[in-house]
């Protein structure tokens, strides 16, 4: 067998697992400054998979795709360093603002662009919005199947995928054909690390938009190994059309974001006395509240 | 034209209960732009077992596809009969569980037709729009309420220009409710070939085990729920034991599950398991913004937390200040010697 052509679908997030107290803003609004970016953590469930895949189907390809500003490109070098083949970072401020649809629209262009591939693996859902949408939305925009929830690839071969899945209360496990769409949730098996010799190849991969203007150290690396020089494509690159990308492309909104802030109840406070915890316990049981 | 529709979801012939509550809010929205309620159910030999299940929550019009191959679901026949039935009765609002099933369906569909669809709506609402940019004006949108962010925030989301303005919201966020046991509403029985082409039955259902869930968090009166508080999985001993002498089902904060005290299904929260009980006794719970968003709706909430400023206690009823060792076994030692 030739191998598979995979894509990973990849994203860079604030971590919004590790929110600080100075991540809003005195004003209420995200302090974006403040919060860490990382690799969306069920992207790198996503990209085990896709190296396992390489693992057992020699010649495949794995590239990451991610959409975003420059220094988005670090999901590409992490991608690189745990043994993606190349990576392609979609970059434009055409793109700015963009809803689920407006990404999946320019996720799926750069897709087209590259060719479909066999496979395209993205986590089940980023951590900055929780929707879950951009993985079938992409499928939807290239006319393919999908199988979400995956919690482990078991097989692939002969046009044929073999995946087993979460559904609500239960597993299930499906057979869908290629080329597909898969989203691994984060349950499945965690991202293989850094590999060193990799991390060496790789470190000083940059997209254009990173390099400076004059004066790029170690210029002659760059011209000498190809891929260090990570592939960067604008909206005219993939030949996308700007009423669907971006804030222009979005039918969903924002009408208005607030903090959130809790109505203070009017509330009895106790101590751990047995006088107190007795008197609550004789209220509850008295207007039958528990008992 | 213009109706509210719900897509239903159907294990077996069972219609699922966040459905049912879809159709309860369903109903009250088109009440309030005076358009009917329409419901979807998909799926195999189920003509005859979904009408009485769905049509007392006060639905106009029951379309219902009876197929072998719509069930077990799987994503493309499925976004076939919503994007075929979509284009030609053009909704206003679609809703749908946010479950695996309605969050592979909902965004297939809303791709297909270049509509908006918001995840996990918390709050659904009626109610004008202006925008900013263009200056128009619009009556009547539907509000798509939600936290984004990790919870930090809470976001309303309105989608002007597209049809339908779909919305998914997670099993137990609304409340469920039947309008009228004898509720008269049409059953339209289609025809499946004519919204389903032959070549979207590609993936195929191998295996599939389905397990009723352990443990019932979301119909129990009294939920003693415990968080990274209680500090250890032995710690927990001590919630079974009231939980078990005042009739109550145990729960956890993401906190506590991801401590390793309790499982996983018994989280409670944005990312868990949505409760609304009568009771609701948190213990050593800080009340993160996810864990509230599941469990705000419940009648009486009692904090036992050794800190006084916890986020939880500015929404509980009662806040015991003090350690979940010290304050358990004095309400359990109460409640056998003067309960009954």
């Known amino acids: 067998m030739s191998g598979l052509k995979i894509v990973v679908l990849a994203k860079q997030v604030p971590d919004t697992r590790n929110v600080g107290k100075d991540a809003m803003t005195p004003e209420g609004t995200v302090n974006r400054a403040a919060l860490p970016a990382i690799f969306n953590p069920e992207d790198l469930n996503a990209l085990e998979q896709a190296l396992r895949l390489k693992d057992q189907n020699p010649g495949s390809t794995v590239s990451i795709l991610t959409m975003g500003p420059g220094r988005a490109a670090d999901v590409i070098r992490e991608g690189l360093y745990r043994g993606a083949d190349n990576g392609y970072l979609l970059s434009d401020r055409a793109f700015a603002g963009a809803d689920t649809l407006a990404t999946s629209y320019a996720l799926a262009t750069a897709i087209k662009k590259i060719g479909t591939p066999d496979l395209i693996i993205g986590g089940r859902q980023a951590i900055d919005g929780d929707t879950a949408q951009v993985g079938p939305q992409v499928a939807e925009k290239l006319g393919l199947t999908q199988i979400t929830y995956a919690e482990e690839i078991l097989e692939c071969g002969n046009g044929k995928i073999k995946v087993k899945r979460h559904i609500d209360g239960g597993v299930e496990t499906v057979e869908g054909p290629l080329p597909i769409v898969i989203t691994v949730n984060g349950s499945a098996a965690p ?59 979005s039918p969903t909104k924002v009408k208005n974001v607030e903090n959130i802030v809790f109505q203070a109840k009017e509330s009895k406070s106790l101590s751990a006395s047995d006088e107190d915890i007795d008197g609550l316990m004789k209220e509850l049981l008295a207007n039958h509240t528990i008992g | ?38 419901a979807i159910c998909a799926g195999y030999e189920i003509t005859g077992k979904v009408e009485e299940q769905t049509l007392p929550y006060g639905v106009d019009k029951l379309h219902i596809f009876d197929a072998e191959g719509l069930f077990p679901y799987t994503s493309k026949p499925h976004t076939s009969i919503l994007v075929n039935l979509f284009k030609q009765e053009k909704p206003q609002i679609c809703l749908m569980g946010a479950t695996v099933i309605g ?22 609402e009626i109610g004008p729009h202006d925008d900013p940019k263009t200056g128009k004006h619009y009556d009547q949108l539907l509000y798509q309420i939600r936290p984004a962010f990790g919870g930090n925030i809470v976001a309303t989301i309105v989608n002007p220009e597209c049809r339908p303005q779909m919305a998914t919201v997670r099993d137990g966020v609304m409340k469920k409710e039947i309008l009228d046991p004898n509720y008269k509403g049409e059953v339209i029985i289609q025809d499946v070939a004519k919204f389903v082409p032959d070549t979207d039955y590609v993936v195929k259902v191998l295996e599939r085990h389905v397990e009723k869930a352990k443990n019932n968090l979301k119909g129990a009166p009294i939920i003693v729920a415990g968080g990274y508080g209680v500090g250890s999985k032995e710690g927990f001993n001590l919630l079974y034991d009231l939980a078990k002498e005042i009739h109550a089902e145990v729960g956890a904060s993401r906190a506590a599950v991801d401590a390793g005290f309790c499982d996983h299904d018994m989280q409670i929260g944005q990312t868990g398991v949505s409760v609304r009980p009568k009771v609701y006794i948190a213990c050593g719970i800080s009340g993160a913004i996810q864990h509230i968003a599941g469990m705000k709706e419940s009648g009486i909430i009692i904090s036992i937390n050794n800190d006084p400023n916890a986020p939880i206690n500015q929404i509980a009823d009662y806040i015991i200040t003090g350690t979940v060792e010290e304050v358990l076994p004095k309400m359990i030692k109460y409640y056998k010697q003067n309960s009954k």
Not at chain 1, 198 to 205: C, H, P, Q, W
Not at chain 2, 103 to 124: F, I, N, Q, Y
């Open chain 1, 191 to 249: 991202c293989r690390p850094r590999n060193a010799k990799l991390v060496m190849k790789y470190k000083r991969a940059m997209a254009p938009m990173e390099m400076p203007k004059e004066g790029l150290p170690y210029a002659e690396e760059y011209a000498k190994k190809e891929y260090l020089t990570i592939t960067q494509w604008s909206v005219a690159d993939v030949d996308g059309d700007l009423t669907q990308c971006g804030l222009a492309g």
């Open chain 2, 103 to 124: 969050r592979d369906l909902g965004p297939r569909v809303s791709s297909s037709l270049h509509s908006g669809l918001t995840a996990d709506c918390t709050s659904l």
């Open chain 2, 1 to 38: 034209m213009n109706n509210v529709f719900v897509y239903c979801e159907i294990e077996g012939t069972t219609v699922a209960d966040v459905s049912l509550e879809l159709l309860t809010k369903g109903r009250k929205l088109a009440n309030e732009l005076g358009v009917q309620l329409e």
